[in-house]
């Protein structure tokens, strides 16, 4: 099994920066890629970020250029810089993984509880 668990949201002023933290652990050599969603108040569930264990990374247009995703995977940990931040980027952020799994044989998506970032004007 894996387990993801996000930390490093909170309160922020508009242009301010965070950094979250998504810790994986259980059988995180079956983990391939990884990704940041977030779900604004009222609204639907959106892609941020995404990155492969290759380092390759892609970004929802709306974060390109002010957020960065990157993983280290000695640690099973992948982050986001967030940069720039606007009051629209309030959102609970949620960690995602892909696994594989030989039960399925197949990739499973995992999901940590999110946490939650607001941004202030």
């Known amino acids: 099994q894996v387990q993801l668990v996000e930390s490093g949201g909170g309160l922020v002023q508009a242009g301010g920066s965070l950094r979250l933290s998504c810790v994986a652990s259980?059988?995180?050599?079956?983990?391939?890629?990884m990704a940041w969603f977030r779900q604004p108040p009222g609204k639907q569930r959106e892609l941020v970020a995404g990155?492969?264990?290759?380092?390759?990374?892609n970004y929802a247009d709306s974060v390109k250029g002010r957020f960065t995703i990157s993983r280290n995977n000695d640690e099973d940990t992948v982050y986001l810089e967030m940069n720039s931040l606007k009051p629209e980027d309030t959102a609970v952020y949620y960690c995602n993984a892909e696994r594989w799994s030989d039960a399925d044989f197949g990739y499973l998506e995992v999901w940590g509880q999110g946490t939650l970032v607001t941004v202030t004007s």
């Open positions: 259980g059988s995180t050599f079956s983990i391939n890629a």
């Open positions: 990155i492969g264990r290759d380092g390759s990374t």
